[in-house]
Nanobody, 124 residues
Framework: QVQLVESGGGLVQAGGSLRLSCAAS????????MAWFRQAPGKERDFVAV???????YYADSVKGRFTISRDNSKNTVYLQMNSLKPEDTAVYYC??????????????????WGQGTQVTVSS
């Protein structure tokens, strides 16, 4: 029943910044665990960042120090601020939600709702 819509993708130069948004439906958005994953052509879908209902965040090593995940519960929206972008960051970025509690956060299979994805391309 939860619907997720990503926006903010585009083409940027290496070293630049981009902010992705994910707007969610749901009466109890503030209780959801929200995450970002990404998938490059021919590659597996990888964990990028997660923010829990309590505001705790975790990041993949590849983006730590460059990306920031945040949420605005009044707008039912989660954000991914991406700074110091590299060509290796080029991928389709997916927003994911989990509406039930588990102790895990890095696995694709821990999330029960997904957006359609937004393309991010970083030129060299």
């Amino acid at each position: 029943q939860v619907q997720l819509v990503e926006s903010g993708g585009g083409l940027v130069q290496a070293g630049g910044s981009l902010r992705l948004s994910c707007a969610a439906s749901g009466r109890t958005f503030s209780t959801y665990t929200m995450a970002w994953f990404r998938q490059a052509p021919g590659k597996e879908r990888d964990f990028v960042a997660v923010i829990t209902s309590g505001g705790t965040t975790y990041y993949a090593d590849s983006v730590k120090g460059r990306f920031t995940i945040s949420r605005d519960n009044s707008k039912n929206t989660v954000y991914l601020q991406m700074n110091s972008l590299k060509p290796e960051d080029t991928a389709v970025y997916y927003c994911a939600a989990r509406t039930y509690y588990t102790g895990s956060y890095r696995s694709l299979y821990d999330y029960n709702y997904w957006g359609q994805g937004t393309q991010v391309t970083v030129s060299s």
